[in-house]
């Protein structure tokens, strides 16, 4: 099956440099280009794209807006942010805002192609970076949100595994920690998920700091 894309930035450069990368992949389409915000949105209602490869900083309505409404609609996009900047101030309301991974425009291109790929089938991508641009942002919030519904509902391992996302953990390192088989984490994520009513791993890495089972510096 192809995973069809639509690039959403204001650089027409940018545009041009994404679509050639990906289409060059036999299984990846570039169905469409969009310079704004409101721009993705319209092209997805019309289209209906696999994945919204989505800039943060553009005019008129800027990523994170257009993130929020697409992934609110029906049925719900799935969307990459890029940025050019790993401590870009907006990278927490952008996965607030429901992306599924985010990545930054100086990788390699085949980590954009990777990116594609795992966004496509369901799965989320939260690099290091972002991690740590977590940990930095709550860091700063004094307030502590209330406990997310269904936490109290996790098992001992299953907090254990949501703490370990929550530090940028893959499922094979949280394996690697708890001596246990990669497919046992798997399912011990997906509980989670269950659970606590999440759609992917980004939300529960937002989760389990929000609610404090990982602390900043810790």
Not at 128 to 154: H, M, N, W
């Amino acid at each position: 099956m192809t995973i069809r894309v639509l690039i959403a930035d204001d650089q027409a450069l940018i545009r041009s440099g994404f679509r050639m990368i990906l289409d060059a992949q036999p299984d990846i389409e570039v169905i469409g280009e969009a310079i704004d915000g409101q721009d993705a949105i319209d092209l997805f209602r019309r289209l209906v794209p696999e994945v919204v490869v989505m800039d943060v900083r553009m005019p008129s309505m800027d990523g994170i807006e257009a993130t929020r409404r697409l992934t609110a609609a029906d049925p719900p996009a799935r969307v990459l942010i890029l940025t050019t900047f790993d401590l870009d101030e907006y990278v927490f309301d952008a996965l607030r805002a429901g992306a599924s991974g985010f990545l930054l425009k100086d990788r390699p291109p085949e980590e954009l192609v990777a990116a594609v790929r795992v966004i496509a089938s369901g799965e989320a991508l939260l690099a290091p970076s972002v991690t740590r641009r977590l940990i930095a942002e709550f860091a700063k919030r004094p307030d502590v949100p209330p406990t997310p519904v269904g936490l109290d509902q996790l098992t001992d391992r299953e907090r254990d595994v949501l703490a370990l996302m929550g530090q940028g953990l893959s499922n094979a390192e949280i394996a690697e920690r708890l001596f246990v088989a990669e497919t046992t984490v798997k399912t011990h994520v997906g509980h989670v998920l269950q659970k606590l009513q999440l759609r992917d791993r980004v939300q529960a890495v937002v989760v389990a700091y929000e609610s404090g089972l990982v602390q900043p510096g810790v």
